[in-house]
Nanobody, 122 residues
Framework: QVQLVESGGGLVQAGGSLRLSCAAS????????MGWFRQAPGKEREFVAA????????TYADSVKGRFTISRDNARNMLFLQMNSLKSTDTAVYYC???????????????WGQGTQVTVSS
């Protein structure tokens, strides 16, 4: 199995920036793609961004395109999400996950982190 641990969440003012990190361990040879999801209060978990472990073509939800950037560091088994121009609607628990490349479906992902809270003040 693969273990995932997110970090970097916190409280930030609207318009500010935050970088989330996700450390992968265990059977990282099973990692073919990674993604970020989020769940806001009262809403279902939604796709944010994805990146393959090999290759660099990224995908984003329309709601974050142009503001968020997903990246990875293969040597460190790390996944990142740089969040700029944050809005109050970005407030959510953010999760990293392991799955097939380019997938935006929750059901496609096999392993999940515990989540990290991001709160954006108005």
């Amino acid at each position: 199995q693969v273990q995932l641990v997110e970090s970097g969440g916190g409280l930030v003012q609207a318009g500010g920036s935050l970088r989330l990190s996700c450390a992968a361990s265990g059977r990282t040879d099973r990692v073919y793609g990674m993604g970020w999801f989020r769940q806001a209060p009262g809403k279902e978990r939604e796709f944010v961004a994805a990146i393959p472990w090999i290759g660099g073509i990224t995908t984003y939800a329309d709601s974050v395109k142009g503001r968020f950037t997903i990246s990875r560091d293969n040597a460190r088994n790390m996944l990142f999400l740089q969040m700029n121009s944050l809005k109050s609607t970005d407030t959510a628990v953010y999760y990293c996950a392991v799955g097939p490349p380019y997938s935006n479906r929750q059901s496609s992902y096999s392993y999940w982190g515990q989540g990290t809270q991001v709160t954006v003040s108005s």
